[in-house]
């Protein structure tokens, strides 16, 4: 299995940046598909981005332009670049991996790291 821990959270004027982090352990993380994903209060759980394992890339359209995904395989850790952050990105940011593996499905979440965009 895998640990995921989340981190880089904290208080950001508008038009400032943020960098998270997701660090793994437990499993190899290169096998695995890695995504973010947000909730902000009142409000469901919503994909931000993700990456696969072949390093494909997907974003929602809400962050397009503003947030960079990546992934560290040596080091076991994701990250998601934030840019130009606006009040309405204020919410909960979730890590999470996805493997398919001899028709199993594994997927594991972190605690979430909560990120606050406010003058």
């Known amino acids: 299995q895998v640990q995921l821990v989340e981190s880089g959270g904290g208080l950001v004027q508008p038009g400032g940046s943020l960098r998270l982090s997701c660090a793994a352990s437990g499993s190899i993380f290169i096998a695995y598909d890695m995504g973010w994903y947000r909730q902000a209060a009142g409000k469901q759980r919503e994909l931000v981005a993700f990456i696969t394992s072949g390093g494909n890339i997907n974003y929602a359209d809400s962050v397009k332009g503003r947030f960079t995904i990546s992934r560290d395989n040596a080091k076991n850790t994701g990250y998601l670049q934030m840019n130009s952050l606006k009040p309405e990105d204020t919410a909960v940011y979730y890590c999470?991996?996805?493997?398919?593996?001899?028709?199993?499905?594994?997927?594991?979440w972190g605690q979430g790291t909560q990120v606050t965009v406010s003058s």
């Open positions: 999470n991996a996805d493997r398919t593996f001899l028709g199993k499905r594994y997927d594991y």
